[in-house]
């Protein structure tokens, strides 16, 4: 589990196409402290951790297998080296909840729209799949690219989120462009209620 509060940037530095898809991930978490077997929030994906290590310089790297289902399912399938990716490692009990519960199983895959500033602020609009939006709701969350964010207004497919300047900066919203796909995890509350709710009325 985790809660879409973004707590370093990745950059990917390798990529390597066997049976599954290894991708070597660069960051600035202490790696003896990352257990193999252990879950990171990789712009959203929930992945394991199958080797870590040091480069020349010290810096600290750790490595995931990515499935074909997972490359076709996220933006992972679009990665390249250099590629920036949004992290967070795994709740500990006793942590603080500082988004919502977040679960790393990506829904399907949104789009930017547009990017406007709005005050000191960027107003960012998504759309995504006819599917996904019914569980969208003004005031509610939604994960994008593994941060959690609340939606300010709804229509249709397309949603509007205001990314402040902190999270600007400690996550990869920082560089994103209209035209960009993004990862999308919709509230797991939302999607309970809603199956409840389609229980009921069956």
């Keep these: 589990m985790f ?16 049976g599954d898809t290894r991708l070597e991930i660069s960051c600035a978490y202490d790696v003896s402290d990352i257990d193999i077997g252990a879950s990171i929030s990789c712009s959203g994906a929930c ?16 490595a995931i297998d990515a499935s074909q289902e997972t490359l076709e399912c996220t933006t ?4 390249r ?11 500990k009990l006793g942590d603080e909840l500082g988004g919502h519960l977040v679960s790393g199983h ?4 949104g789009q930017i729209v547009s990017r406007t500033p709005e005050g000191d602020s960027e107003r960012f609009t ?3 799949p006819a599917d996904l939006a019914r569980f969208v709701a003004e005031k509610g969350s939604v994960t994008l690219d593994g941060t ?18 902190h999270t600007l900066s400690v996550t990869t919203w920082g560089a994103a462009q ?17 199956r409840l709710l389609e229980t009921q009325g069956s």
């Design 126 to 128: 998504f759309e995504v």
């Design 148 to 165: 959690s964010l609340t939606v300010n207004e709804v229509e249709g497919s397309r949603f509007g989120v205001n990314v402040i300047p």
């Design 178 to 194: 209209a035209g960009q796909k993004i990862n999308v995890e919709i509230d797991m509350l939302a999607r309970y209620v809603a």
């Design 76 to 79: 992972l399938g679009s990665w």
């Design 47 to 62: 992945l394991t951790v199958v080797e870590t290590g040091r480069d020349d310089v010290g810096r600290g790297w750790f």
């Design 3 to 18: 809660t879409g509060i973004v707590s370093d940037i990745g950059k990917i530095r390798s990529i390597v196409k066997t």
């Design 106 to 109: 990506v829904d399907g895959v």
């Design 81 to 91: 080296v250099d590629t920036m990716t949004n992290l967070e490692r795994a709740l």
